[in-house]
Protein backbone atom coordinates (compact mmCIF):
# COMPACT_ATOMS: atom_id res chain seq x y z
CA UNK A 1 0.00 0.00 0.00
CA UNK A 2 1.27 3.41 -0.42
CA UNK A 3 1.73 5.60 1.92
CA UNK A 4 -0.11 8.89 1.56
CA UNK A 5 0.98 12.02 3.98
CA UNK A 6 -1.98 14.17 5.06
CA UNK A 7 -0.21 15.82 8.02
CA UNK A 8 1.02 18.73 6.15
CA UNK A 9 -2.31 18.91 4.43
CA UNK A 10 -4.50 19.00 7.85
CA UNK A 11 -1.80 21.59 9.18
CA UNK A 12 -2.57 24.03 6.21
CA UNK A 13 -6.05 23.33 6.83
CA UNK A 14 -5.36 24.40 10.23
CA UNK A 15 -3.62 27.44 9.64
CA UNK A 16 -6.63 28.23 6.65
CA UNK A 17 -8.67 27.77 9.71
CA UNK A 18 -6.74 29.77 12.04
CA UNK A 19 -6.15 32.44 9.37
CA UNK A 20 -10.25 32.66 8.70
CA UNK A 21 -11.15 32.61 12.51
CA UNK A 22 -8.69 35.85 12.80
CA UNK A 23 -10.07 37.14 9.96
CA UNK A 24 -13.61 36.45 11.32
CA UNK A 25 -12.54 37.82 15.08
CA UNK A 26 -11.45 41.19 13.52
CA UNK A 27 -14.28 41.70 11.87
CA UNK A 28 -16.63 41.12 14.50
CA UNK A 29 -14.57 43.63 16.30
CA UNK A 30 -14.28 45.70 13.51
CA UNK A 31 -18.62 45.54 13.48
CA UNK A 32 -18.76 45.90 17.23
CA UNK A 33 -16.69 49.15 17.27
CA UNK A 34 -18.46 50.17 14.29
CA UNK A 35 -22.32 49.50 16.25
CA UNK A 36 -20.25 51.03 19.49
CA UNK A 37 -19.78 53.69 17.65
CA UNK A 38 -22.97 54.21 15.50
CA UNK A 39 -24.91 54.00 19.13
CA UNK A 40 -22.81 56.34 20.40
CA UNK A 41 -23.30 58.70 17.72
CA UNK A 42 -26.90 58.07 17.67
CA UNK A 43 -26.88 59.04 21.45
CA UNK A 44 -24.78 62.00 20.57
CA UNK A 45 -27.40 63.15 18.06
CA UNK A 46 -30.52 62.27 20.19
CA UNK A 47 -29.00 64.53 23.03
CA UNK A 48 -27.79 67.17 21.28
CA UNK A 49 -31.05 67.43 19.68
CA UNK A 50 -32.91 67.16 23.18
CA UNK A 51 -30.68 70.21 24.27
CA UNK A 52 -31.42 72.38 21.49
CA UNK A 53 -34.93 71.92 22.30
CA UNK A 54 -33.75 72.41 25.77
CA UNK A 55 -32.41 75.36 25.00
CA UNK A 56 -35.60 77.03 23.11
CA UNK A 57 -38.16 76.26 25.38
CA UNK A 58 -35.86 78.14 28.31
CA UNK A 59 -35.58 81.11 25.75
CA UNK A 60 -39.48 81.05 24.93
CA UNK A 61 -39.83 80.56 28.90
CA UNK A 62 -37.67 83.49 29.40
CA UNK A 63 -39.22 85.33 26.51
CA UNK A 64 -43.18 84.44 28.48
CA UNK A 65 -41.64 86.02 31.99
CA UNK A 66 -40.58 89.27 29.99
CA UNK A 67 -43.68 89.39 28.96
CA UNK A 68 -45.32 88.58 31.99
CA UNK A 69 -43.24 91.12 34.03
CA UNK A 70 -44.06 93.51 31.26
CA UNK A 71 -48.72 92.75 31.86
CA UNK A 72 -48.26 92.90 35.63
CA UNK A 73 -46.29 96.15 34.84
CA UNK A 74 -48.90 97.33 32.79
CA UNK A 75 -51.81 96.32 35.24
CA UNK A 76 -49.95 98.55 38.02
CA UNK A 77 -50.46 101.15 35.45
CA UNK A 78 -53.82 100.70 35.04
CA UNK A 79 -54.56 100.50 38.48
CA UNK A 80 -52.80 103.64 39.17
CA UNK A 81 -54.30 105.40 36.47
CA UNK A 82 -57.93 103.82 38.01
CA UNK A 83 -56.99 105.81 40.91
CA UNK A 84 -56.16 108.57 39.48
CA UNK A 85 -59.55 108.58 37.47
CA UNK A 86 -61.42 107.64 40.54
CA UNK A 87 -59.77 110.57 42.57
CA UNK A 88 -60.69 113.29 39.73
CA UNK A 89 -64.27 111.96 39.21
CA UNK A 90 -64.88 112.56 43.17
CA UNK A 91 -63.00 116.08 42.75
CA UNK A 92 -65.32 116.73 39.61
CA UNK A 93 -68.31 115.36 42.24
CA UNK A 94 -67.37 117.21 45.33
CA UNK A 95 -66.62 120.77 42.93
CA UNK A 96 -70.11 122.19 43.48
CA UNK A 97 -69.87 121.20 47.56
CA UNK A 98 -67.85 123.80 48.31
CA UNK A 99 -70.39 126.37 46.74
CA UNK A 100 -73.28 124.51 48.74
CA UNK A 101 -71.33 124.76 52.03
CA UNK A 102 -70.63 128.93 51.61
CA UNK A 103 -74.32 129.67 50.54
CA UNK A 104 -75.85 127.05 53.19
CA UNK A 105 -73.58 128.71 55.53
CA UNK A 106 -74.76 132.31 54.47
CA UNK A 107 -78.70 131.31 54.56
CA UNK A 108 -78.36 129.84 58.58
CA UNK A 109 -76.45 132.03 59.65
CA UNK A 110 -78.78 134.30 62.13
CA UNK A 111 -78.35 137.64 62.89
CA UNK A 112 -75.84 138.81 65.25
CA UNK A 113 -73.30 135.71 64.85
CA UNK A 114 -70.48 136.33 62.41
CA UNK A 115 -67.67 133.91 61.66
CA UNK A 116 -64.05 134.17 62.20
CA UNK A 117 -62.69 131.13 60.73
CA UNK A 118 -63.98 127.96 59.13
CA UNK A 119 -61.90 124.79 59.07
CA UNK A 120 -62.41 121.52 56.78
CA UNK A 121 -61.39 118.28 57.41
CA UNK A 122 -63.14 115.84 54.87
CA UNK A 123 -66.90 116.31 55.89
CA UNK A 124 -66.44 117.68 59.44
CA UNK A 125 -66.11 121.48 59.35
CA UNK A 126 -65.16 123.33 62.40
CA UNK A 127 -66.77 126.51 62.59
CA UNK A 128 -65.37 129.80 64.85
CA UNK A 129 -67.40 132.60 65.52
CA UNK A 130 -68.58 135.25 67.57
CA UNK A 131 -72.80 136.08 68.84
CA UNK A 132 -73.81 138.56 70.42
CA UNK A 133 -75.17 136.18 72.78
CA UNK A 134 -75.20 132.28 73.55
CA UNK A 135 -78.73 131.84 72.35
CA UNK A 136 -77.80 132.84 69.04
CA UNK A 137 -75.29 129.94 68.97
CA UNK A 138 -77.85 127.58 69.72
CA UNK A 139 -80.33 129.28 66.61
CA UNK A 140 -77.66 128.78 64.58
CA UNK A 141 -77.46 125.07 66.12
CA UNK A 142 -80.80 124.68 65.21
CA UNK A 143 -80.66 126.34 62.01
CA UNK A 144 -77.80 124.16 60.88
CA UNK A 145 -79.66 121.12 62.04
CA UNK A 146 -82.51 121.71 59.89
CA UNK A 147 -80.48 122.75 57.11
CA UNK A 148 -80.41 120.57 53.29
CA UNK A 149 -76.55 120.57 53.11
CA UNK A 150 -75.14 120.52 56.73
CA UNK A 151 -75.80 118.14 59.78
CA UNK A 152 -74.94 117.24 62.83
CA UNK A 153 -73.97 120.60 64.59
CA UNK A 154 -72.42 119.65 67.94
CA UNK A 155 -70.78 122.65 70.17
CA UNK A 156 -67.00 122.13 71.40
CA UNK A 157 -67.37 125.55 73.22
CA UNK A 158 -68.97 128.83 73.95
CA UNK A 159 -66.85 131.88 76.13
CA UNK A 160 -68.59 135.06 77.29
CA UNK A 161 -65.89 137.66 76.97
CA UNK A 162 -66.62 141.42 77.19
CA UNK A 163 -65.32 143.62 74.28
CA UNK A 164 -65.76 147.37 75.56
CA UNK A 165 -68.60 147.71 77.00
CA UNK A 166 -71.01 144.68 75.56
CA UNK A 167 -70.47 140.99 75.95
CA UNK A 168 -70.03 138.73 73.15
CA UNK A 169 -69.80 134.53 73.26
CA UNK A 170 -66.80 133.43 70.99
CA UNK A 171 -67.63 129.73 70.08
CA UNK A 172 -66.58 126.70 67.87
CA UNK A 173 -68.79 124.39 66.51
CA UNK A 174 -67.99 121.27 64.71
CA UNK A 175 -70.93 120.59 61.45
CA UNK A 176 -71.14 117.86 59.14
CA UNK A 177 -71.32 118.54 55.44
CA UNK A 178 -73.83 116.37 53.53
CA UNK A 179 -72.65 115.21 50.06
CA UNK A 180 -74.48 115.42 47.23
CA UNK A 181 -76.80 112.45 47.28
CA UNK A 182 -77.29 111.65 50.46
CA UNK A 183 -80.37 110.66 52.29
CA UNK A 184 -80.66 112.07 56.19
CA UNK A 185 -80.50 108.56 57.16
CA UNK A 186 -77.05 108.21 55.71
CA UNK A 187 -75.70 110.73 57.79
Known sequence: ???????????????????????????????????IMLTMLAYSQMISAQEQRNARLTDEINEL?????????????KERLLARMEII???QKSRPEVVHLFDELTRQLPEGVYLTGIKQSGSRIEVRGVAQSS???????????????????????????TAGASR????VVYIKQRRS????EDV
Open 135 to 161: TRVSALMRQIDASEWLADPEVERVATT
Open 89 to 91: DQL
Open 181 to 184: GEDE
Open 168 to 171: QAEF
Open 65 to 77: QRSIEEIDGLERQ
Open 1 to 35: MPRINLLPWREEERKRRQRDFGLAMGGAVLAAIAV
